[in-house]
């Protein structure tokens, strides 16, 4: 799920599942369905059309959604959400491992409510232990919806932002999909990582009743 395709005429602002990065995706939609509806799995074109699906849907979000996604509409709600994980000396043992951040007061991944689309104005990802050397790959944060990393933020190496510095500004926003998850997770890669110390991160931005023309409940 770290590497990006690009699909021609949608707009790349989340990755595709692991299973489509693998596929070797021909060039434009309709081959690329016409070549691989006989081959993939049904479970593989199931991702895949959930997949253009929802590039569709955030294209029609870019067209309806007025104003700009960073600015909230007057029916709109503002959305703080805080992700913390403790790392525990058993988390470094097989390394590398994946593990998802839950949700405070959820305890796993926020779900969009239904009806209901926004942006993602604002991240933050950190560690309070030691041990974390920015940059090396020892600690990797990614930040998921449904099946997907958005583009730009399934590979974080470093400290991004911070809830008492100053969160990460996106340019543009991160998209909010009706009844999608959004999940932050994090890779642990070496034993370097102090435990003791607690993986933080945060979403920030908005959320209001889909608008007219954007047909994904």
């Known amino acids: 799920m770290s590497q990006c395709i690009t699909i021609p005429d949608l707009n790349p602002l989340i990755q595709p599942p692991a299973a ?64 913390t994980l403790l790392v525990t000396p058993a988390m470094l043992v097989a390394l590398p491992t994946t593990f998802p951040v839950p949700f405070t007061g959820i305890n796993g991944p926020w779900r969009v ?31 998921g919806i449904q099946n997907y990393f958005y583009y730009g933020y399934g590979n974080i ?27 932050w997770f994090a890779t642990l890669d070496n034993p370097a990582v102090a435990p003791g110390g607690y993986i933080i991160c945060t979403i920030q931005g908005w959320i209001a009743p889909t608008p007219k023309g954007t047909n994904r409940s």
């Open 20 to 83: 489509l990065t693998n596929a070797r995706l021909t060039p434009t939609l309709d081959s690329m369905v016409k070549d691989h509806e006989n081959v993939w799995s049904p479970e593989t074109m199931a991702l895949y059309k959930d997949f253009v699906d929802a590039q569709k849907v955030i294209r029609q979000m870019r067209k309806n959604a007025a104003p700009e996604p960073s600015r909230m509409p007057s029916e709109g709600t503002r959305l703080n959400r805080v992700a």
């Open 113 to 143: 409510p239904a009806g209901y689309y926004g942006w993602i104005n604002y991240v933050a990802c950190e560690y309070s232990g030691g041990g974390f050397a920015e940059g090396s790959g020892n600690l990797v944060f990614s930040l």
């Open 157 to 183: 190496a470093v400290t991004l932002g911070s809830r008492t510095a100053g969160l990460w500004s996106i340019e543009g926003g991160l998209p909010l999909i009706s009844n999608q998850y959004i999940q």
